[in-house]
């Protein structure tokens, strides 16, 4: 066996750090990964940087800011001229597989069914994913035939079941293939819940018959308009907010069935007998809003759309417990390769954090958070710019100047502003202008949506001159 340690990300789309057992949800089913969250070191402040589903995506795979990846709305195609994640594995004698949804090829706003958009086709566009590579763009149809992947060519392959069960059975087969083969390997698993579409023939119904009769308690930040800056995603159009609760129980019965699957993959890695040199890490794109602030949806800097679970075991190597060091999307990349002792390319935007996860240090690392326009179409006026901090988060809109200052410990709800309070004018002045020095690092210029689409992006397909 190999004693360079394997890595096995699992990630979920729209799970949000509040939804889970082991941050106090005694509504979720999730006893997987609780007991998960009791063997592993538990980033308590993992930020996703853009939460969205693609600019989230592009900036794992790369280690670069959303301003650098090009990935400024979803539904775009990323340009393949980055040193990737992949790219070092594989260079690094990995066998590097893939599984689920992609989201970083489309080159049309819809369309998601048409294979010119859902196969990735082999070569540059899989960002060096160059192993075993079943995935699809996006859907968010989990039961066939609407349910699909791709493998090397645009016929489209019919899940037998439910999509997140047969992906978590692809992976597993994939697991014991690698175990055989004796070289270290990473496997990367997307699967698409519990993002919506919530209805009840989108879930088994073994689940949602744990929802079926739970009442959700409407959150303190809940409010009945919508949020001015809200795009046409996040806006609750007339009649949609009495549909709140239905969403909810659909929404955890995902999240229980995609629980289940967490504990299936935490078991075989543990009967293949490669816990102890596994980097198991389970974690989520972003969260969702369902009516806090007067948002649904994602692509803001609340706390329910950008703070994400992010739970790390490697054997018996890792502290359990809780580190409360911020991490960032882009600091994955960077911090998981540092952890396996490989090369961390110097493109890489992020921050290596791995010394306070191996020495569960205190390291404070502001979180530079973005939204870069509307979530799938170009527009202006929906830009923001946010930091956040072990205690704070600070934020600004781009079309008004607008700013907003949490005190995320004392107000978790983030129902206060400060900013606009003179004893908290130093502690808004000092993460002020961090954040605007990790943009000027970065070459961020807090540039307008269309800027993008007139100097980056022809056709929906981002350009490799990217600045």
């Known amino acids: 066996m190999s004693k360079q340690p394997n890595l096995i990300y699992v990630f979920a789309d ?30 308590d402040n993992c930020c996703s940087g853009h939460p969205v589903c693609a600019p989230y995506r592009a900036s794992l795979f ?71 590579f079943a995935a699809y763009n996006f859907h968010h149809r989990y039961f066939s035939p609407k349910a699909y992947y791709h493998l090397n060519s645009p016929e489209k392959i019919y899940y037998s079941g439910y999509e997140p069960d047969c992906q978590t059975d692809m992976a597993i087969e994939k697991i014991r293939e690698h175990k055989r083969s004796g070289k270290p390997f990473a496997l990367f698993l997307s699967i698409g819940t519990p993002h919506n579409p919530w209805e009840k ?95 649904h949806a994602k692509n803001i800097f609340y706390e329910e759309a950008c703070r994400v679970p992010f739970l790390i ?77 072990k205690r704070f988060t600070y934020a600004v809109y781009k079309k008004d100047s607008n700013e907003l200052l949490f005190d995320n410990i004392n107000d978790p709800y983030q129902l206060n502003n400060l900013a606009s309070q003179s004893e908290h004018a130093q502690t808004k002045n000092e993460l002020k202008n961090i954040m605007y020095a990790k943009m000027e690092q970065i070459g961020d210029n807090f540039e307008k949506n269309s800027y993008y689409k007139k100097h980056w992006i022809k056709n929906r397909i981002i350009l490799e001159e990217l600045h």
């Open 14 to 43: 729209q799970l949000r750090y509040s939804s889970v057992g082991y941050n106090g949800d005694t509504l979720a089913r999730t006893p997987n990964i609780d007991e998960l969250s009791k063997a592993s070191t538990v980033m």
């Open 201 to 295: 023939d989108n879930v088994p119904e073994k689940y949602y018959n744990m929802f079926k009769d739970t009442v959700f308690p409407v959150p303190p930040n809940y409010k009945k308009k919508n949020d001015p800056y809200a795009d046409g995603w996040a806006k609750f159009m007339p009649g949609k907010r009495k549909h709140i609760n239905d969403w909810k129980r659909v929404y955890y019965a995902m999240t229980a069935n995609l629980d289940e699957n967490v504990g299936r993959i935490s078991a075989a890695i543990d009967k293949e007998g490669i816990s102890d040199n596994t980097i198991f890490v389970f974690t989520s794109d972003h969260g969702e809003m369902f009516g806090a602030q007067g948002r």
């Open 62 to 132: 790369t280690g670069k800011y959303t301003t650098s990846t090009g990935m400024v709305i979803n539904e775009i195609r990323i340009n393949p001229n980055h040193k990737t994640f992949a790219n070092v594995l594989t260079e690094n004698g990995y066998d590097v597989s893939y599984i689920g949804k992609w989201h970083m090829y489309a080159a049309q706003l819809g369309h998601h069914f048409n294979p010119k958009n859902s196969y990735i086709p082999q070569g540059a566009d899989r960002l060096g994913f160059d192993g075993f």
């Open 313 to 389: 075991k490697w054997g018996d190597k890792l502290k359990k417990g809780i580190c409360d060091t911020c991490f960032n999307t882009v600091d994955i990349m960077p911090t998981l390769l540092s952890m396996m002792s490989l090369p961390v390319p110097n493109t890489v935007q992020g921050t290596d954090i791995s010394g306070d996860i191996l020495r569960t240090g205190k390291t404070d690392n502001p979180c530079l958070m973005m939204g870069t326009g509307p979530t799938a179409m170009y527009g202006d006026g929906k830009e923001w710019r946010a930091v956040r901090t």
